[in-house]
């Protein structure tokens, strides 16, 4: 079956950075679009990036633009999100979706599985 394991996930300050990885079993990991979301306790579901099934693109809300960097290894089935100039408001539950085609959406919508998350937390 289907799984999404993130990994990653801590404490980090104002300014700083994190790398999230996502490993990736059970299905053809190079023949979907795969991406990110985060939440916050009694908020919805924000979607974050994503990126197509062989990586030639990738989209980014308006929030992260610029500071986050998604890409994929389709030989090691593992996706990452590189976070820089980490703000407070970034402090979520992370999680990795995988898209139900090769060029998935930016909507929460558009993903199928979904891992059980990674924490970041960002404080000085």
């Known amino acids: 079956q289907v799984q999404l394991v993130e990994s990653g996930g801590g404490l980090a300050q104002p300014g700083g950075s994190l790398r999230l990885s996502c490993a990736a079993s059970?299905?053809?990991?190079?023949?979907?679009?795969m991406g990110w979301a985060r939440q916050v306790p009694g908020a919805r579901l924000e979607w974050v990036s994503g990126?197509?099934?062989?990586?030639?693109?990738?989209s980014y809300a308006d929030s992260v633009k610029g500071r986050f960097t998604i890409s994929r290894d389709n030989a090691k089935n593992t996706l990452y999100l590189l976070m820089n100039s980490l703000k407070p408001e970034d402090t979520a539950l992370y999680y990795c979706?995988?898209?139900?085609?090769?060029?998935?959406?930016?909507?929460?919508?558009?993903?199928?599985?979904w891992g059980q998350g990674t924490q970041v937390t960002v404080s000085s």
């Open positions: 979706a995988k898209g139900g085609n090769k060029a998935s959406g930016p909507s929460i919508y558009d993903y199928d599985y």
């Open positions: 059970g299905f053809t990991f190079s023949n979907y679009a």
């Open positions: 990126v197509y099934s062989d990586g030639s693109r990738t």
